[in-house]
């Protein structure tokens, strides 16, 4: 989750992560993507937003308002800038897979991933 990522900042540099989120802003000539929590009211009013760099993934998924599903590589900003882009937040996501999900209950998928934690947790 988003706001996971946004908290755990550098301690997750190098990692790869699975992420759900809604497009507030894309800029294709610049590669870069703006991600916010999928369940905010007003995405674009939210304050845990992650920058993506799209350069490895199709760029038709990312409309805006759109919901997506990617998985990537965490990097640390280090105040570069992501295909040129303006970075928001200490790590950027280097995508390289990308998938539109605009049909998926969020809360449910929350729901499962916790499930899963819980599971992964106690099998130790």
């Given at each position: 989750m988003i706001c996971e990522i946004i908290l755990a900042?550098?301690?997750?540099?190098?990692?790869?992560?699975?992420?759900?989120?809604?497009?507030?802003?894309?800029?294709?000539?610049?590669?870069?993507?703006?991600?916010?929590?999928?369940?905010?009211?007003?995405?674009?009013?939210s304050d845990e937003k992650l920058t993506v760099d799209t350069r490895l993934v199709e760029a038709a998924d990312f409309r805006p308002c759109s919901q997506v599903m990617l998985i990537g590589e965490l990097e640390k900003c280090q105040g570069q800038t992501a295909g040129a882009g303006k970075v928001t937040g200490d790590v950027v996501l280097k995508a390289r897979v990308s998938r539109c999900v605009d049909r998926l209950d969020y809360a449910l998928y929350c729901r499962a991933v916790d499930v899963w934690r819980t599971y992964d947790a106690s099998e130790g």
């Open positions: 900042g550098e301690q997750l540099d190098g990692k790869s992560v699975r992420v759900v989120g809604r497009v507030t802003h894309y800029d294709a000539s610049r590669s870069v993507a703006v991600l916010s929590e999928p369940n905010k009211t007003d995405a674009a009013l």
